[in-house]
């Protein structure tokens, strides 16, 4: 009997072979054995106008933002240099002078 590779999505052990696709039972995740995971992938970015963006890169705003929490707001125009690509709600670490660290979010930018 041959042992099948456990699920990559919540790592149980009970994968059993359908056809050329092994299935978890109990996330319900399909996969190909030995394919490379799509998730996997390094994330593709892209600010308002659809350029790619890439850490370290300088980007202007396109919107009057609200700083939550705040009576700050960041003004159309603003650059914002050395940007950090980012998992998550925000795809964008910064620091913006006059405000701080802040989180952004990739379509509200555009490269510059």
């Known amino acids: 009997m041959t042992t099948l590779p ?3 999505k919540c790592n149980s052990e009970y994968s059993y072979q359908d056809g050329a696709q092994l299935v978890c039972p109990e996330c319900g995740h399909e996969w190909v054995p030995g394919e490379i995971e799509a998730g996997d992938e390094a994330r593709v970015i892209k600010d308002a106008v659809g350029n790619v963006l890439a850490d370290g890169d300088t980007v202007t705003v396109i919107k ?17 240099r050395n940007i ?3 998992d998550g ?24």
Not at 65 to 71: A, E, H, N, P, R
């Open 89 to 112: 709600d925000h795809d964008i670490d910064c620091k913006i002078d006059g405000i701080g660290q802040m989180g952004l979010k990739s379509e509200f930018v555009k490269k510059a």
């Open 84 to 86: 950090r690509l980012v």
């Open 6 to 8: 456990p699920c990559p």
């Open 64 to 80: 009057d933002l609200k700083v939550k929490g705040s009576s700050l707001v960041v003004k159309v125009g603003t650059k914002v």
